[in-house]
């Protein structure tokens, strides 16, 4: 770091985020997309008349990109607000309801982002480990003295809390906000979207990189009460109003168009996972129970850095994180069926060898 | 605000964007866009192919848009950062080097977002009056004990600081980062970014929301040491990675491939504003020696924020600040020479009355 930089960020630790490496084409399963391309309607959506509008400005409000996602989810305009990605929601989320007198609670293994955001912003932090079998503790989260973060599924886990279970931390934690980042919500688990009137205390935080086919074009959401909204608001025209460019305002619209296709996908998605599950347990692996687009597996013998290192040898990339308690793990997004054929085929003659 | 918010916040003002309103059109000369499309070769970059591949993430590290820059301007790639439009940069420079022992230096009549970032991120500052005829107090500017921002053309005057005496603040400063924020100089100004080999405390900022021809899009980017790019870089894998979409990245090595466009466009909105000064001088207005693509202009005895209403009742929008020395000014972009003709127009009609 050079002489310049304020000693504020002197221990800082960015994210790391999962490899995109150039050298050679890999089958990708590593950073939890889709595998399947925008929509049509998307891609009719970003034309050439869109395209001819770039010089001017685009709504800081997003008034018909929010208008069109109140109608999807049966919530009110002043209920939803999008960021360049939910990333930068998540900032908000962080830089808004934590300080330095208001803890940010989080679990110790989930989406590496939280710690960040907590170092970034010097804010204190009670992190909570799973249970030994990688579920939340569920009471260590009730009652908790600050700003609770759950991703629901986790990641990397791909474990889900019920709605019951949600509500729970809600009604415990009523003077404090709960994040709930539903990233991975759309493939198995229960959406707690339309608890925001129940709950004020309630933020739900959704992408469009993951079901919606959209993480290079980043549009992410969050819905919560209008007072919450309007403080996250408050945050985001203090750093980049016009965080939302014209073509994913368009593109989010025809999305909602074609949630359809989506849905679709999504299903395709949940059948590849449970293939793909069914493979990998004849092959001796153990599986957490993932309602997410990836699955989280290890080898009883086979070691699980030396099964990353040796698949992406072979042109084949997961994610693995040298980190106690999971390194033994890859987490292995679900991709198409050709794609994880060829996993399954891979790792078949990497653990034959 | 609500009960949640971090005590933190209480008295921040956010930034407020020129306004984008949708009860009617307006001939918008409000907000400092280029009134010309982006070049045909974005128009092409941005194609079905490219929007196909939005399922994946994009690449944080932006390879070939750095690389394509580094040529275009006689750098080295490690010497530039983008980020989802300069604002996104200019809070990166607030975040990175300044801090509660670092004030931030810079106008009182300037960019107003400098105040605002100060403002969201607690850092003290010392805010310089112009002089009297608006031009920049340069000796309060030379060892000025902090991180000083200068935007050059300074916005909204347009008036705009020579290369000479820029050297003579970072040469007095070399223990502090100055901000040379650019936006608007390719409409008549010199740029500085041939001076960062020489100066490790300077960062030149630009935007593609002016020349080219780019608002709606987002992207913006920096120049400047290495050391200093890093520590940037650091706050953005913070906070949010994959900032810049593939679009993006596409649309700006597109933009890039056809300079002379946008430079020659440039050239037309230099000519207008020598036009629409001839015409306003003829009715009577003072104007600043704008090196932008906007004029800040008075008339001496027609009230500005009078004429700023009559204008917007009549279908054309130009910006006005409610704020103390620059009530009675209007800041109207440089549009086509059609456009400049009704506004011409249009006050004529106004002052008659």
Same mark, same amino acid.
């Given at each position: 770091?050079?002489?310049?930089?304020?000693?504020? &960020?002197?221990?800082?630790?960015?994210?790391?985020?999962? =490899?995109?490496?150039?050298?050679?084409?890999?089958?990708?399963?590593?950073?939890?997309?889709?595998?399947?391309?925008?929509?049509?309607?998307?891609?009719?959506?970003?034309?050439?008349?869109?395209?001819?509008?770039?010089?001017?400005?685009?709504?800081?409000?997003?008034?018909?990109?929010?208008?069109?996602?109140?109608? @999807?989810?049966?919530?009110?305009?002043?209920?939803?607000?999008?960021?360049?990605?939910?990333?930068?929601?998540?900032?908000?989320?962080?830089?808004?309801?934590?300080?330095?007198?208001?803890?940010?609670?989080?679990?110790?293994?989930?989406?590496?982002?939280?710690?960040?955001?907590?170092?970034?912003? &010097?804010?204190?932090?009670? /992190?909570?480990?799973l249970n030994d079998d990688f579920t939340l503790p @569920?009471?260590?989260?009730?009652?908790?003295?600050?700003?609770?973060?759950?991703?629901?599924?986790?990641?990397?886990?791909?474990?889900?809390?019920?709605?019951?279970?949600?509500? =729970?931390?809600?009604?415990?934690?009523?003077?404090?906000?709960?994040?709930?980042?539903?990233?991975?919500?759309?493939?198995?688990?229960?959406?707690?979207?339309?608890?925001?009137?129940?709950?004020?205390?309630?933020?739900?935080?959704?992408?469009?990189?993951?079901?919606?086919?959209?993480?290079?074009?980043?549009?992410?959401?969050?819905?919560?009460?209008? =007072?919450?909204?309007?403080?996250?608001?408050?945050?985001?025209?203090?750093?980049?109003?016009?965080?939302?460019?014209?073509?994913?305002?368009?593109?989010?619209?025809?999305?909602?168009?074609?949630?359809?296709?989506? #849905?679709?996908?999504?299903?395709? /998605? /949940?059948?590849?996972?449970?293939?793909?599950?069914?493979?990998? &347990?004849? !092959?001796?692996?153990?599986?957490?129970?993932?309602?997410?687009?990836?699955?989280?597996?290890?080898?009883?013998?086979?070691?699980? #850095?030396?099964?990353?290192?040796?698949?992406?040898?072979?042109?084949? !990339?997961?994610? &693995?994180?040298?980190? =106690?308690? /999971?390194?033994?793990?890859?987490?292995?997004?679900?991709?198409?069926?050709?794609?994880?054929?060829?996993?399954?085929?891979?790792?078949?003659?990497?653990?034959?060898?």
């Amino acid at each position: 770091m050079s002489r310049f930089l304020n000693s504020f &960020h002197k221990n800082l630790l960015p994210y790391t985020p999962g =490899e995109q490496p150039v050298d050679m084409q890999y089958i990708k399963l590593n950073t939890n997309e889709s595998p399947f391309p925008p929509s049509e309607k998307v891609i009719k959506a970003i034309n050439e008349t869109e395209i001819s509008k770039l010089n001017l400005y685009s709504d800081p409000e997003c008034t018909a990109l929010v208008k069109r996602f109140a109608g @999807l989810y049966n919530v009110k305009p002043e209920n939803i607000l999008f960021g360049n990605g939910s990333d930068e929601i998540l900032q908000y989320c962080f830089y808004s309801f934590c300080g330095e007198d208001k803890k940010a609670i989080f679990a110790d293994i989930t989406y590496g982002f939280y710690s960040v955001f907590a170092d970034l912003f &010097h804010i204190p932090t009670d /992190i909570i480990p799973l249970n030994d079998d990688f579920t939340l503790p @569920l009471d260590r989260f009730k009652n908790a003295g600050g700003t609770v973060f759950i991703a629901n599924p986790n990641a990397p886990t791909g474990l889900a809390l019920t709605k019951n279970e949600i509500i =729970e931390v809600l009604e415990s934690n009523k003077d404090d906000v709960v994040v709930i980042d539903e990233a991975y919500v759309d493939f198995g688990a229960e959406s707690v979207v339309d608890l925001i009137g129940t709950y004020k205390n309630l933020i739900v935080v959704q992408t469009f990189s993951k079901a919606r086919s959209y993480a290079g074009g980043r549009l992410g959401m969050c819905f919560a009460d209008k =007072e919450l909204i309007n403080d996250m608001k408050m945050i985001k025209y203090s750093l980049n109003p016009y965080n939302i460019d014209r073509l994913s305002m368009a593109a989010g619209i025809a999305a909602a168009d074609d949630d359809a296709y989506y #849905k679709n996908n999504a299903k395709t /998605i /949940i059948e590849n996972r449970a293939w793909l599950v069914d493979e990998l &347990h004849a !092959l001796g692996f153990e599986i957490l129970d993932s309602k997410a687009n990836f699955i989280f597996a290890q080898h009883p013998t086979y070691d699980g #850095k030396r099964m990353y290192l040796q698949l992406k040898d072979r042109g084949v !990339l997961v994610r &693995h994180f040298d980190k =106690e308690r /999971i390194s033994n793990f890859n987490r292995i997004t679900i991709g198409t069926k050709d794609q994880l054929t060829v996993l399954v085929d891979t790792i078949k003659a990497i653990i034959k060898e």
